[in-house]
């Protein structure tokens, strides 16, 4: 695999505290080779010898903003139990409907934008429903649970200028409000 050439965006660019523009299909060649490199970077993050050779951070999602362009996209990249990779694009996202239930990721929730060590949880809702489109222009409606329900939510405050430092709650927390996951 050959390592895109991205610049992922550190949380002191002022452009990740701006709200990202609708997107209008089709996409440009330019659009659509970025979302192929963001894939394949955080395809490469998550593999244990790519991500020794070029030094990279373990990632699984990765939005428009955090490569510079205020634009509603962005993607997910989940590694499977076969160690095989399921992609997601999300264009446009809304979230259209979410759980009672909030869960936490137990050890914290991590940015490729924010390069420090960050201490407290962000409480998320357990399952989302998502109205997006995908590279082609075509609606979807997905539902996300767990762990991608979190990613998706993270991704989403990305394209409205929210960081999840913003969210954090430090302790003590009212951990019998939220599960971890």
Not at 82 to 95: A, E, G, H
Not at 97 to 118: D, F, P, Q, T, W
């Amino acid at each position: 695999m050959q390592l895109p050439k991205i610049t992922i965006l550190d949380e002191k660019e002022k452009i990740l505290r701006q709200k990202s523009k609708e997107v209008t299909f089709p996409l440009t060649k330019e659009e659509k080779q970025d979302i192929k490199d963001m894939i394949t970077y955080l395809t490469m993050s998550q593999i244990p010898e790519e991500s020794e050779k070029y030094n990279l951070r373990a990632g699984m999602g990765l939005a428009y903003v955090q490569i510079g362009k205020l634009k509603r996209i962005f993607v997910i990249v989940e590694e499977l139990e076969d160690k095989t990779f399921k992609n997601y694009v999300v264009i446009n996202p809304q979230i259209i409907s979410k759980s009672e239930e909030m869960i936490y990721v137990g050890e914290g929730e991590g940015c490729l934008s924010v390069n420090r060590a960050v201490e407290g949880i962000v409480p998320r809702h357990a399952r989302i429903r998502v109205k997006a489109y995908d590279e082609n222009g075509q609606e979807y409606t997905i539902r996300v649970r767990e762990d991608i329900a979190v990613a998706f939510q993270h991704e989403i405050d990305h394209l409205d200028g929210i960081l999840f430092v913003d969210k954090l709650e430090t302790k003590p927390y009212k951990i019998q409000d939220f599960r971890e996951i």
